[in-house]
């Protein structure tokens, strides 16, 4: 497999980490407040980040960054509870 080929999977694969969280906190699947639900935007930041800033799409990198660090914010929390 290839380098972009790869990039490219991980980056569709954060895209439906992300996704995932948002429609299970809108169906109320998921609280807001839960482990999983950070867990899940963690995981999709991070994978988005890595596609981000393979293709040279620095504010999305950025947007992605500062995701990633209000989930590990919540998670820590979440965690705690």
């Known amino acids: ?3 972009t080929l790869f990039i490219n999977l991980i980056g ?3 895209s439906a ?4 969280a948002y ?3 809108s169906l109320n699947r998921l609280r807001g407040d ?7 935007n963690l995981v999709g930041g991070i994978f988005l980040i890595v596609n981000t800033i393979y293709f040279g799409a620095y504010p999305s990198t950025f947007v992605n960054g500062v995701w ?4 590990i914010f919540a998670l ?5 509870k």
């Open 17 to 20: 980490a992300v996704i995932a």
């Open 1 to 3: 497999m290839d380098a």
């Open 76 to 80: 820590v929390r979440a965690v705690k």
């Open 12 to 14: 569709w694969a954060g």
């Open 68 to 71: 990633v660090c209000i989930a």
């Open 34 to 40: 839960s482990a999983v639900y950070q867990m899940l």
């Open 23 to 25: 429609i299970l906190v």
